[in-house]
């Protein structure tokens, strides 16, 4: 099959490997879409360590074509979504409903569940970004991150509630739990900003600031309806502005979707006292911060959310009815599509910000 291999940090090529086949608890699937997604920036620049050959791609959807011994919640056939999250239902998290925090799901190891590697080519071993690695023909997942959704969803627009779409849904919607009437700044327009905000919007908050430093970017926040007010960051106070429109007290709610030097720092001292700030993407591999300590006394709460915090089972099949029904614009975010062929030139796309969401289509 024809695939997205990362060979080394900066050397992405797209090649034959070896037809892969399910072993127990796994499925494979036929790759109908994969979002392009900064995370894959991260190994392609080798930001984020993971062993090398590694397939690409974290946000597929697709069909199901053959199911390894043992797998019982999908069949040949279903179309589903491959989430970044894939609780085991049994451990301490799961049993708290923290599916995003299993504890038998390790990020990033490039190996399937049991520690064995199911990509080949030639029969030399390649390994498999977080349990799919989507940037092909077939991808060979663990039957506990695959999630069946109706068949009239379009794949290559639900594709991205594999991970960025949910992550900011669920930043909002989830984690969060933003309350109607509030107030909301965002920093970061991108596909998780975007739909921060759209999962904000959806529940209920009136004023909506997106922050960016690319002007594109904000433009798309205003012509979505998504955001009331956009700033500049490049050219403006971000803190003096929010502050300015939030009746000098700050945001009510705070989301750092760019996640570079400074941003949270930014999204603390834009929100008021005793406001939700909450860490949703990292533009670089590792960013650390210093807050002082009266942001806190001041009942600020800081946390952070990995893919939105969804329970993937519940919340998927919940986001596609929303957009089937008209209610959440999912489409609108989605701007470029790209074959396979393509992966290389997408990649280089978004990492240049010259689009928003990207998606494969095979
Ligand atoms: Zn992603
Ligand atoms: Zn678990």
Request: aromatic share 4%; hydrophobic share 40%; with cysteine.
């Amino acid at each position: 099959m024809k695939a997205v291999v990362c060979h080394a940090p900066g050397d992405v090529r797209v090649e034959e490997i070896d037809d892969p086949t399910p072993r127990a608890a796994e499925v494979k699937i036929k790759v109908v879409a994969v979002g392009v997604c900064h995370t894959d920036l991260n190994f392609t620049s080798g930001q984020v360590p993971v062993p090398y050959p590694i397939v690409l791609g974290h946000e597929a959807a697709g069909v199901v074509v053959e199911v390894g011994p043992g797998v019982s919640r999908v069949q040949v056939g279903d179309h589903v979504l491959c989430s970044i999250i894939g609780p085991c239902e049994h451990c301490f998290q799961c049993e708290h409903d923290d599916h995003a925090l299993c504890e038998n799901s390790p990020f990033f190891t490039g190996t399937m569940l049991d520690g064995t590697t199911r990509l080949s080519s030639n029969g030399s071993p390649i390994h498999t970004l977080h349990y799919q690695g989507s940037y092909a023909e077939y991808a060979v997942v663990p039957e506990r991150f695959v999630v069946p959704i109706r068949k009239d969803a379009p794949l290559d627009v639900v594709c991205g509630l594999a991970c960025g779409l949910s992550t900011g849904l669920g930043a909002a919607m989830v984690r969060a739990q933003v309350k109607p009437g509030s107030s909301v700044v965002v920093i970061g327009s991108g596909g998780v900003g975007l739909s921060t905000m759209m999962g904000a919007q959806f529940c209920g908050a009136t004023t909506i600031i997106a922050v960016d430093r690319l002007a594109n970017k904000l433009d798309k926040a205003r012509s979505l309806g998504l955001a009331t007010h956009t700033i500049d960051s490049s050219k403006s106070d971000t803190v003096a502005e929010v502050l300015a429109l939030t009746g000098g007290r700050g945001a009510d709610y705070g989301f750092d979707a760019a996640g570079a030097n400074g941003t949270l720092d930014l999204i603390v001292a834009a929100t008021r006292p005793g406001a939700t700030c909450v860490v949703i993407g990292r533009a670089l591999g590792l960013v650390e911060i210093t807050l002082n300590t009266t942001a806190l006394l001041r009942q600020r709460i800081v946390t952070g959310t990995y893919g939105g915090s969804i329970l993937p089972r519940r919340d998927l099949p919940i986001f596609v009815d929303l957009f089937m029904q008209g209610r959440l614009d999912l489409a609108g975010i989605l701007d470029t599509r790209y074959t396979l062929d393509e992966a290389p030139q997408a990649l280089d796309d978004l990492h240049h910000g010259r689009i928003t969401r990207g998606v494969i289509i095979l």
